[in-house]
């Protein structure tokens, strides 16, 4: 808190804080950045007047030559041949030796370049060393500051639980009377059977889902199913019954289908359903089975909004032809019919869209999450490794930046 408090000034117009070690770091990296910029444009126009110029040279020097043998040649039709022969393998020799020489001083000039080249990547490669050392540092540095603001947090934390429990206790209260609920479901008969946690999930999602409608529990050694979703009206009265059979096995049994239909005419209802894991032979998804509805656990929880919705719909269409028919003759006509069928199952597909898209959402917003994490790290990486650079270069003109320092260097200090 000193060192921080001793890092900054006020403003003597506007008494504004200002933090010296990040004026004197923007200030720093601006002018190094600037001149290195510069430096390394003066290098690279160097580097290209020194090419352009030995182009030229070779340019001039092919031109020249060809030249020179042109006249050679001309002069030769004119005198006589062995004379000529002679005075133009002297010319010819004497330019080549120019040429030489002159090619000689440029391959000088060319290995100069070649070793300001080496130069110049030698201590690319030393400034990356010393980047990949100095960020090594900083992540151990950062690790250690890491390790200490978790230490700080885990002890404000600890300062605030009182409050927090109290304010809990409240809450504590209120939920009691769930938890022992909760508790009498969990003494209930033996809970090792996958199928009675499956049967308890499926009752429990109905009670929450349709707080207006009854859901009976068959009791454990009665003969029956698992439970009856009574649905009723806002005034209370019954429309009709579901009745949910659960089964969590490796293999789809064909008798269960018997046995519910008989659970279902001895409780008088006329929609039954088996919620399984695993499907009959010749069929992938839900759907409808000798007038019976079968479904995984997960279609169950769409399936359940559209039975109840049909039967209301139903209910409510019979209630406005009284007197005009068996109303229970109608309802079972209609829900076994394949209209009804047609109609749950392009809402249930619709549900299983709605999913799959969440879905998708939820893998897309944690790649983006994860992405901007990463970005995250990078820019304290190359902060760091920027920090090193300039102190290296500037010493102790610059700033000692604590969250960047080891804690053994900031106490010899």
């Excluded at 006329?270 to 997960?298: F, K, N, S």
């Excluded at 109840?308 to 019979?318: D, F, H, K, S």
Aim: proline fraction near 1%; charge should be negative; aromatic fraction near 4%.
């Amino acid at each position: 808190m000193n060192e921080t408090a001793q890092a900054q000034i006020n403003c003597p117009k506007c008494g504004t804080p200002v933090d010296v070690n990040k004026v004197l770091y923007d200030k720093v990296q601006a002018e190094i950045g600037q001149q290195y910029e510069r430096t390394m444009e003066q290098e690279r126009e160097k580097l290209a007047d020194a090419q352009k110029k030995v182009d030229e040279q070779k340019k001039l020097l092919d031109d020249q030559v060809k030249t020179a043998v042109e006249q050679q040649l001309a002069k030769a039709k004119k005198e006589q041949e062995d004379s000529l022969r002679k005075s133009i393998r002297g010319e010819v020799e004497e330019s080549v030796t120019a040429m030489q020489k002159e090619l000689e001083e440029k391959s000088a000039q060319l290995k100069e370049l070649n070793q300001t080249r080496a130069a110049l990547a030698k201590a690319q490669r030393e400034k990356d060393e010393l980047a990949d050392k100095i960020n090594a540092e900083a992540e151990v540095k950062l690790n250690e500051l890491l390790k200490q603001e978790k230490a700080k947090i885990a002890k404000a934390e600890a300062d605030k639980q009182e409050l927090a429990i109290k304010e809990k206790d409240e809450l504590i209260k209120s939920l009691s009377a769930q938890m022992e609920d909760m508790k009498r479901r969990a003494e209930q008969g033996s809970m090792q059977s996958q199928g009675e946690v499956q049967e308890l999930a499926i009752e429990e999602w109905l009670r929450n889902a349709f707080p207006l409608d009854e859901v009976e529990e068959i009791s454990k050694g009665v003969r029956g199913g698992d439970c009856i979703h009574r649905v009723r009206d806002r005034a209370g009265h019954e429309l009709g019954a579901i009745y949910y059979e659960s089964k969590r096995t490796k293999h789809f049994q064909a008798p269960w289908i018997t046995k519910l239909k008989q659970d279902m005419q001895a409780a008088k209802t006329h929609i039954g359903v088996i919620v399984t894991e695993a499907m009959p032979d010749g069929m992938d998804r839900m759907g409808q089975r000798e007038g019976l509805w079968i479904c995984t656990y997960d279609e169950f929880k769409s399936l359940c909004y559209v039975l109840r919705e049909m039967i209301l719909q139903v209910g409510t269409a019979v209630a406005a032809q009284e007197n005009k028919g068996d109303k229970m003759a109608m309802l079972y006509n209609y829900l076994t019919g394949s209209e009804f069928a047609m109609h749950i199952e392009a809402i249930v597909g619709s549900f299983r869209k709605l999913k799959g898209d969440i879905a998708s959402e939820r893998r897309a917003y944690e790649r983006i999450w994860n992405e901007r994490e990463k970005n995250l790290d990078l820019v304290i990486s190359n902060t760091a490794q920027m920090y090193g650079s300039i102190k290296g270069i500037a010493g102790a003109a610059i700033a000692t930046v604590q969250s960047l320092e080891l804690p053994s260097s900031t106490q010899e200090e």
